[in-house]
């Protein structure tokens, strides 16, 4: 048998020397995994002086190994959190990122607003994974209709198992397709009804190849290039997909990274856009492009802190 309380702390210090940034939460996550346990009760469990077994312990370090080796802590538990929901992740599928809950959050504001009015709010998600964008909207309004559109079938796949588990059913549409051109195939249905499109696409350009182990080597290549010269050929053909999918007057909300405010702007300032500006993220860096479409009963205004320049 092993201390728990032993075998936790080996593993912080296993964590902190291999350059883990919050070592302490991870050990404390991996045991709870490797244990069954809620990260809480392992805490409990730890104080109370509990032991473990050879064949847990074994498992925790195996873990820890693993995490050391720069293996994202997400596909090690198999669990991202997002928004308050709990989603399945693992190989395949890109590990939502606590910046996209902010982008989330104004497609959640917006369908909300829609919904006050007494409508069904239709919320389109391009580029969507594990459908982490897709389940918070679908959640957190529950008068919403989503539909979620990802090319890539092992990504759609836990999706898939995502709306499963945690979305209210028939309420979220996933659908396999290229958001390029998808106005004509795969979502020809949702032209001019869309009130929110939203997207976290690709959009690194391919000479900034990510520094981290975990989103280099771990990450679908698909899910993190944008294609281009600049990255952001799939987030051009988001805005004119978005284009296509909204009505009068609906909102586009889409992430990018910290140095393409003006170019995404760029892309929906020309005809039919009525407003376009960038919201920054929790930690103030501008990281989305948010748009409304012109229409006769025009709001005039666009959700969020969204500074020009
Ligand atoms: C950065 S990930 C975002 C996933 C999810 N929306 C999130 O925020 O966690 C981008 C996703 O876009 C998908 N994707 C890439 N190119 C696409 C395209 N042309 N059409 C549709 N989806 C695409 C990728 O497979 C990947 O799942």
Redesign the pocket.
């Given at each position: 048998m092993t201390g728990l309380r032993e075998l936790v702390d080996a593993a912080r210090g296993d964590l902190a020397a291999a350059g883990i940034a919050g070592a302490r939460a991870e050990a404390e996550l991996l045991a709870a995994h490797a244990l069954g346990l809620g990260r809480g009760e392992l805490t409990a469990a730890a104080l109370r002086g509990a032991d473990v077994d050879g064949a847990t312990a074994a498992a925790v370090t195996d873990l820890v190994a693993r995490r050391c080796s720069r293996v994202p802590l997400q596909h090690l538990t198999g669990r991202a959190p997002f928004r308050g929901l709990d989603l399945a992740v693992g190989p395949g599928?890109?590990v939502?990122?606590p910046e996209?809950e902010v982008v989330a959050g104004i497609a959640v504001a917006e369908a909300a607003r829609v919904a006050a009015t007494g409508a069904e709010p239709l919320v389109a998600?391009?580029?969507?994974?594990?459908a982490?964008?897709a389940l918070a909207v679908a959640t957190e309004v529950p008068e919403a209709r989503v539909l979620a559109?990802?090319?890539?079938p092992d990504?759609l796949a836990w999706a898939r198992r995502n709306v499963e588990e945690l979305g209210p059913a028939g309420r979220v549409d996933l659908r396999l397709?290229?958001?390029?051109g998808c106005a004509t195939r795969v979502a020809v249905d949702w032209v001019g009804h869309a009130d929110v499109v939203v997207?976290?696409?690709?959009y690194i350009p391919p000479d900034a190849v990510p520094r981290d182990a975990e989103v280099r080597d771990h990450d679908?290549a698909?899910?993190?290039y944008g294609g281009g010269e600049d990255g952001l050929a799939?987030p051009a053909?988001v805005v004119a997909a978005a284009a296509e999918l909204l009505r009068p007057c609906g909102l586009l909300v889409m992430?990018h990274a910290e140095d393409q405010g003006p170019a995404t702007r760029r892309l929906a300032g020309g005809d039919g856009w009525a407003e376009a500006g960038t919201a920054r993220d929790l930690t103030g860096r501008p990281r989305a492009l948010v748009a409304r479409r012109a229409g006769a009963d025009d709001q005039g205004a666009i959700p969020g802190d969204r500074p020009r320049g």
């Open positions: 599928v890109f939502p990122r996209t998600d391009l580029c969507a994974g594990s982490a964008i559109v990802e090319v890539d990504a397709g290229d958001v390029i997207a976290n696409p690709p679908p698909i899910a993190l799939v053909a992430e």
